[in-house]
């Protein structure tokens, strides 16, 4: 219940006057059934806009650090996340990713609607970096289509580290689902999962208009730490396949 008051009577409504949302391709969203939406990730508040302009509740598989926090913040994001009905994950990797995964596709079996941001962390630059193959598995396994959205404009008004928003039109593209049936029985592929993985990151680029750097997110962020290029080819691991 949260989730609706928040959304069509505490923050939604301010959101919309302020930022004035708009969104390309409302038509893409299933109207009922299950399926996951990939996005790019710039922003804290991707996951306020994107909920605001799609009809169906979505469920966003949020870091653990979110539900414990400590002290009036950490117990207002705590309530907040909860409340909305988004589920902890624990992104360590490991055994983790795989708890990850099997809450995901829970979720997907109950016939609800996924979000999932298959760079696995914020974009440091407002570049677009390689994904992580876990929304190919979840796409599998689950045997849903994976819808791809474009959050445009939400590194402007609130890059990582910037805690209030400047005030910048926001919009939300949702491009045509995406059938991967045509690799059913292939889960444990690696080389599939690469290539389904690398087929949504396409269409998020395609979607967003941002530089693509094949090259995750982490390792972007530890160069650009140093002072080093995050665009370096050189410094990318090829065979580093991460399923968070």
């Known amino acids: 219940m949260l989730y609706w008051v928040l959304k069509h009577v505490l923050i939604g409504p301010w959101l919309r006057v302020l930022f004035r949302p708009w969104v390309e391709g409302v038509e893409n969203v299933p109207e009922k059934g299950a399926a996951i939406f990939a996005s790019n990730h710039l922003s804290f508040s991707d996951s306020f806009f994107f909920p605001l302009v799609v009809p169906r509740h979505i469920t966003f598989l949020a870091k653990s650090d979110y539900f414990t926090g400590r002290g009036i913040k950490g117990l207002l994001t705590k309530w907040f996340f909860a409340g909305v009905g988004q589920v902890p994950v624990d992104r360590s990797g490991g055994r983790a990713s795989e708890a ?96 389904i993985t690398d087929e949504v990151m396409y269409e998020l680029m395609s979607l967003s208009g941002q530089e693509y750097v094949d090259m995750y997110a982490t390792r972007a962020k530890e160069l650009i730490s140093k002072g080093a290029p995050a665009d370096s080819r050189s410094m990318i691991p090829k065979d580093e396949d991460d399923d968070a």
């Open 100 to 195: 990850a995964m099997r809450t995901g596709l829970r979720i997907l079996g109950e016939g609800k609607l996924l979000g999932i941001y298959p760079e696995g962390t914020r974009s440091p630059n407002g570049t677009l970096y390689r994904g992580k193959t876990g929304v190919a598995r979840m796409a599998m396994e689950g045997k849903v289509p994976v819808i791809p959205v474009a959050m445009i404009n939400t590194y402007e008004i609130q890059p990582p580290g910037q805690v209030k928003p400047s005030l910048r039109r926001v919009g939300v593209r949702i491009g045509k689902p995406l059938d991967f049936t045509r690799y059913e029985g292939l889960e444990n592929d690696r080389f599939v999962l690469r290539s």
